[in-house]
């Protein structure tokens, strides 16, 4: 009897005790939230680097040589403002600057608006490659020569960017474009001479006291200092956490400005750096 009340008694115990050993089996086990480096907040920083310069002037003379023969045949039957005589000019460049923005972060997706400013000189000069032609315009015959000179100076430009990154571990890289501005001084110089000949058959070099022969001679300049350039910038980077507020930095970016005085300057530099965010 005792072995009977024994048995029933186990019975009717086992469920509730294999229960409580089994509590974990259905569902997952619990974990807790998912972290990430915290990127949030304002920052500030300084950063070194290195680059090219690309300056353009070929389209520079245009303005002036239009002006100079804005009255003639020779320009609007010929364009001679479209003679290409200045070319293109490449500069490395040194930089150092500082940087200071604010990142919003949700988990591992992270937003921002970053100022930077970036002291970066060059100085280009445009090789120049004098044209001489005979042409024909308004029943004159033409001798004609075309020189010129250019040159600019670079000095410092500031951008603000929207930056968008993706943590990965103690890393950030990111992507950023926005909007740039830039001072630098610049000189551009036009020379248009020759001879017109109206006498038939015309020949070359005629006598300037003949009737039919003139000498003609037209020079232009334009230049400005600390002239204001606008332009856009584009590029990407890695933020690498060493501390929970200090990051090291490396990207690279390229820069257009659009064309001052019809100069195109673009820039593509590499950059290291470091800094704090709070």
């Not at 005790?17 to 089994?22: E, G, M, P």
């Not at 591992?108 to 002291?119: K, M, P, Q, R, S």
């Not at 930056?163 to 036009?190: C, E, H, K, N, Q």
């Not at 659009?258 to 800094?275: H, N, Q, T």
Request: charged share 10%; proline share 5%; net charge negative.
């Amino acid at each position: 009897m005792r072995w009977f009340v024994f048995v029933v008694a186990a019975l009717a115990l086992a469920p509730s005790a294999f229960a409580a050993d089994l509590e974990i089996l259905p569902g997952a086990l619990p974990v807790g939230p998912a972290t990430f480096t915290r990127w949030s907040g304002f920052y500030f920083g300084g950063d070194v680097g290195y680059g090219d310069a690309n300056t353009d002037f070929s389209q520079a003379t245009a303005p002036l040589i239009a002006y100079s023969l804005r009255e003639l045949a020779l320009e609007t039957q010929d364009s001679v403002s479209t003679w290409q005589v200045l070319g293109k000019a490449s500069s490395s460049m040194s930089a150092v600057g500082g940087f200071v923005g604010y990142n919003t972060q949700w988990q591992d997706l992270i937003l921002g608006l970053e100022g930077d400013f970036t002291h970066s000189p060059f100085t280009a000069t445009s090789a120049s490659s004098p044209l001489f032609i005979q042409t024909t315009a308004g029943g004159n015959a033409y001798n004609v020569g075309v020189s010129a000179g250019g040159s600019l100076h670079f000095d410092d430009y500031a951008e603000l960017r929207a930056r968008a990154g993706w943590v990965l571990g103690s890393f950030m890289p990111y992507g950023f474009a926005g909007a740039a501005i830039g001072w630098s001084d610049y000189s551009v110089t036009s020379l248009v001479q020759g001879q017109q000949n109206s006498a038939s058959p015309a020949y070359f070099p005629c006598n300037p006291g003949l009737p039919s022969c003139i000498d003609f001679s037209y020079a232009n300049s334009a230049g400005k200092s600390s002239a204001l350039m606008y332009g856009f910038t584009v590029g990407g980077g890695l933020d690498v956490a060493l501390t929970p507020n200090i990051f090291l930095r490396g990207e690279v970016e390229f820069v257009q400005f659009a064309p001052l005085a019809d100069i195109l300057v673009s820039m593509v530099s590499a950059r290291i750096g470091a800094g704090i965010k709070f």
